[in-house]
């Protein structure tokens, strides 16, 4: 691997860990993201220096996540991975329904713990209408998106 290449796994690795992700899970995303034609497991352990075990462990992971999809080549017993098309659209569509989460469990929390404190109702008022206002801004960026695109959601 080039020396680019290297400080790009090795940035994604530590994005990976320090959202409590396994960071070869990251060096692996990077890895495809910047591949042109999917990689087999064996290509992935000798770009990575790695071992088989933790390159196949974390590949399920990421396809177990769906931003990374296994597929077979006719004649060729192997697995392969590539980043799936949709990349962008799935990851945030993931992020947007954790936020759609939290917020629903940060309403529910308002409505029903009782709360007699008025800083924590401010503060589960102000949790939920900020992750309910960004929830709805993603929604309509994605939206956008579709549209300037020619996509459908």
Not at 99 to 107: D, E, S
């Amino acid at each position: 691997m080039d020396v680019s290449t290297t400080r790009f796994t090795d940035r994604m690795a530590e994005i990976f860990e320090q959202e409590g992700q396994p960071p070869i899970a990251g060096r692996i995303l990077a890895l495809l993201l910047v591949s042109e034609e999917a990689r087999s497991l064996d290509q992935l352990v000798d770009s990575l220096r790695v071992s088989k075990a933790s390159v196949s462990t974390n590949a399920r992971l990421l396809a177990h996540f769906g931003v990374i999809t296994r597929a077979r080549r006719p004649g060729d017993r192997r697995d392969f991975y590539a980043v799936v098309p949709d990349l962008f659209e799935r990851t945030t569509v993931q992020r947007l329904e954790q936020w759609q989460r939290f917020t629903a469990a940060v309403g529910e929390a308002r409505r029903r713990v009782p709360a007699r404190s008025r800083i924590v109702r401010a503060r589960l008022e102000g949790y939920e209408s900020a992750f309910a206002h960004l929830s709805g801004a993603i929604s309509r960026s994605l939206s956008q998106w579709h549209r300037r695109n020619g996509t459908r959601r």
